[in-house]
């Protein structure tokens, strides 16, 4: 439910009235006049956004690009989409489920290599529909934009408002989330930002092909509603011929899986997970640990940022199962029933509401029942836990267990938990800037701590964010593995009950089918 300060955020935005000190967008959209004959040399649009943008619900699955760019070339010297999806021979950035949080794990990416001057960006649907932290939504579209004119500071940023939906329920959310973005657009155009209003008011629930994408009258709308805002940006001054990108930052793996084992049988399996979150599967085939990988193709068409995907087996069943973490830690989930057979995940929704952020949140079975437990590691390396005891039941199958270890002094970035003596409890490892892992074994077994400091016990083959730890050879004892930038991987199998440092090395164990930051293992 909005809270008593979000709704009246909310009236006042609907009476046009001005927050902090700002003019709402509204106003600031309708700027001076522009000739109708404007001109600029070159238009390199970047529609950004869901299925919509994608256009989903059009008859040529072309959504608003077409009229759109009928109303354009004649003001402009050349008109061009660009973006990393294709459809019908033109590019864009629509992503067919995808959330605010999707698009903002890969923006810099995208802007970085299509460089657009002109950013069309209508996103909030699938939040909205699916009710995931609606009240959350705004701040999260104003993240996103702001990630946006950070990278290019030059670039024209035209943020709409969502058509309607024909859920009564998900209607009134649109209408709170909708009324927020002008407020967010004035704040961005307070700091200088070239962001604007785009206003979809006149699509209707008479203009949807379903309940909730436009049919072809309704993508008309909205290709009339982003020409206007254009006109205005040209007549800002805003658009340029070409605008300054920054590289985009470089890639580091996600933290959080332990026990990638997709088909049930004791060793952990070869994941690539995609950008746009599908999966590609090599099944470990080797048992000793020595290469042998049966390809499994893609087990996962995804639908979600792959930089937000994580495995855990999360019902105890041995195989991992497919989770979605949003900036939150909110995750959503999808079963594995196939054992690594194509698409064939049940799909559980929304089994955790969030305790995060994303980048603290790591699942690993703490107290020994099969089952991965919801993990928050803390920049001081302090652990919070929350024991699974069903989870799937949204959110009934959680105990929170408060602090399961202050941590040693380490930061939190390099914990990591793996079950290095094999009591199917996963241990609290500390490693170092070149690979050294120092042991507190889990003791516990109810997830209340209970931690023997082991020291250290491998000296290290690293840099810290190559290092993985995986059963490979499925002797329930975890191993030592890095992953190479192509993806390739090297092992060192634990042949310690208690992790003295007593580790054989095997060499490489896969030539790769990286990069390295994709691969989980």
Do not use: C
């Not at 001057?117 to 993240?143: C, H, S």
């Not at 490693?431 to 077994?445: E, F, I, K, S, T």
Request: proline letters at 4%; zero cysteines.
């Amino acid at each position: 439910m909005p809270t008593l300060a979000s709704a009246l955020m909310v009236g006042l935005l609907s009476a046009g009235t001005s927050v902090v000190g700002a003019p709402v967008a509204h106003a600031a959209g309708k700027s001076a006049t522009v000739d109708k004959d404007w001109k600029v040399p070159r238009l390199a649009l970047m529609p950004l956004g869901d299925s919509i943008t994608w256009g989903a619900g059009s008859s040529a699955l072309n959504g608003y690009r077409p009229e759109l760019r009928d109303r354009l070339v004649a003001h402009a010297g050349d008109v061009n989409f660009v973006g990393s999806q294709e459809t019908n021979g033109v590019h864009h950035e629509g992503h067919s489920g995808w959330q605010i949080d999707d698009l903002a794990d890969n923006i810099d990416d995208w802007l970085a290599e299509s460089r657009p001057n002109v950013v069309l960006l209508n996103i909030g649907t699938n939040d909205i529909d699916t009710d995931d932290d609606v009240e959350g939504a705004p701040r999260r579209l104003d993240d996103l934009v702001s990630r946006i004119t950070s990278a290019a500071p030059d670039m024209t940023v035209l943020v709409s408002s969502l058509v309607p939906n024909k859920d009564a329920q998900a209607q009134k959310r649109v209408q709170r989330y909708n009324a927020e973005i002008p407020g967010i657009v004035a704040r961005q155009q307070a700091k200088g930002a070239h962001v604007d209003y785009v206003d979809m008011g006149e699509v209707t629930v008479q203009d949807l092909h379903d309940w909730l994408h436009p049919n072809d009258a309704g993508f008309v709308k909205m290709a009339k509603a982003y020409y206007e805002g254009i006109t205005r940006a040209a007549g800002n001054g805003w658009i340029r011929e070409s605008v300054d990108v920054r590289p985009a930052p470089p890639h580091k793996a996600p933290l959080g899986d332990y026990r990638v084992d997709i088909d049930g049988d004791g060793k952990d399996d070869y994941l690539v997970v995609g950008g746009d979150g599908s999966v590609k599967a090599w099944v470990n085939n080797g048992g000793d640990g020595r290469g042998d990988w049966k390809n499994r193709g893609v087990i996962a068409s995804g639908g979600a940022s792959g930089s937000r995907v994580r495995f855990a087996d999360i019902n105890g069943d041995g195989k991992a199962d497919y989770l979605v973490v949003g900036r939150n830690g909110s995750v959503r989930a999808f079963v594995n029933k196939g054992g690594g057979v194509r698409d064939d995940w049940e799909k559980y929704g929304l089994i955790a509401t969030g305790a995060g952020p994303i980048e603290k949140v790591r699942f690993a079975d703490v107290n020994g029942d099969g089952r991965a437990d919801y993990l928050v590691v803390e920049d001081d390396g302090s652990v919070r836990a929350w024991l699974n005891n069903g989870a799937g039941d949204h959110d009934r199958g959680w105990t929170g267990v408060g602090q399961i270890i202050s941590g040693v002094g380490a930061p939190g970035g390099r914990v990591r938990f793996a079950d290095i003596n094999g009591d199917g409890k996963a241990d609290y490892l500390v490693v170092g800037d070149q690979g050294a892992v120092r042991a507190l074994v889990n003791n516990g077994g109810d997830g209340h701590g209970g931690w023997i400091d082991r020291g250290q016990i491998a000296t290290g083959a690293g840099p810290i964010d190559k290092v993985r730890f995986a059963d490979i050879d499925g002797d329930r004892k975890a191993d030592y593995l890095v992953v190479e930038d192509d993806g390739s991987v090297r092992a060192w199998r634990n042949n310690g009950a208690d992790g003295r440092d007593d580790w054989t090395n095997y060499g490489r164990i896969a030539s790769g089918a990286g990069p390295g930051y994709r691969v989980r293992i």
